[in-house]
């Protein structure tokens, strides 16, 4: 008599992470909001352009040096976006890495797979990390070359009153999209975690916008001061540090570690409600 064994064979992680890429990147949706993160930068740029033909300012801070300035574009839109576009858009790929799943039905079938859930967790966190880098970094080109068509880009006056040459000021581009995407980071491991207690990806989104709104209103209240350092909303402005010169690094270093407490804190949530998940 003769038995016959199955053993059960992982895929490759390699196979695993860019299945996971293509998945995401077919969606309608996805497409649909890089199409709307391309159109900030373009359609500010446009405003400013036109708003220069008048005597009016263009308005205080990093909008008001972009006139012959148009490196500074990528930078203005990627702050404009922070406060709300941007982490609506990775609570929308967290949301739909494990509730979207949960929703279609897919989710069980991937949990009894012989892939660890830790490890499945991992591989939809990395989704939305590369994806939201990806969005990020297109935000920052399309502003890049729209600044550079209208206002022109032979270098980026700071805020300092200095301005730096060319290459410099794109290493300062491409800081500005390191850091902002390490912030909306912080807010999609939250939602990644909200998405492993829901089968709703609406609810993950409402949730999600809702505490960043909520975190904007503290921040607002002076009473409150001892809880300013705890919110991941009230270290953005500090990345205008960033077009300064030269270049603190406290207030940014501070944030970014900030944003990755957020990320730990979320994973680690999202990893212990997977360990028990069953459906």
Not at 93 to 113: S, Y
Not at 158 to 171: R, Y
Not at 226 to 233: C, F
Request: hydrophobic share 55%.
């Amino acid at each position: 008599m003769t038995t016959a064994t199955t053993t059960a064979v992982r895929a490759p992680l390699g196979r695993q992470l860019r299945s996971e890429l293509r998945w995401i990147i077919r969606r309608p949706r996805t497409f649909f909001g890089l199409l709307s993160l391309c159109l900030v930068p373009i359609v500010a740029g446009v405003g400013m352009w036109v708003a220069m033909d008048g005597d009016g300012p263009l308005g205080p801070g990093l909008a008001a040096i972009i006139a012959g300035n148009g490196l500074v574009l990528p930078v203005f839109t990627l702050f404009l976006s922070l406060p709300l576009l941007l982490p609506l858009i990775g609570a929308i790929w967290a949301a739909d890495g494990i509730a979207g799943e949960a929703q279609h039905g897919t989710l069980r079938g991937l949990l009894l797979a012989p892939v660890g859930r830790v490890r499945l967790l991992a591989i939809k966190a990395f989704g939305v990390a590369a994806m939201t880098l990806i969005a990020t970094a297109l935000m920052a080109l399309v502003g890049a070359v729209t600044g550079a068509i209208l206002f022109g880009g032979q270098g980026m006056l700071t805020l300092s009153g200095t301005t730096l040459p060319f290459v410099e000021a794109v290493g300062r581009i491409a800081l500005t999209v390191l850091l902002v995407t390490v912030q909306v980071w912080g807010v999609a491991a939250v939602a990644l975690a909200i998405s492993t207690t829901t089968e709703h990806p609406l609810v993950v989104m409402a949730t999600t916008l809702g505490g960043v709104i909520l975190f904007n209103v503290l921040g607002v209240f002076e009473a409150l001061d001892w809880l300013h350092p705890y919110l991941i909303t009230s270290s953005w402005n500090s990345l205008a540090d960033v077009m300064r010169d030269p270049l603190p690094t406290d207030q940014l270093w501070r944030s970014t570690a900030l944003a990755g407490c957020y990320v730990l804190i979320g994973l680690s949530l999202a990893a212990m409600r997977m360990a028990t998940k069953d459906n």
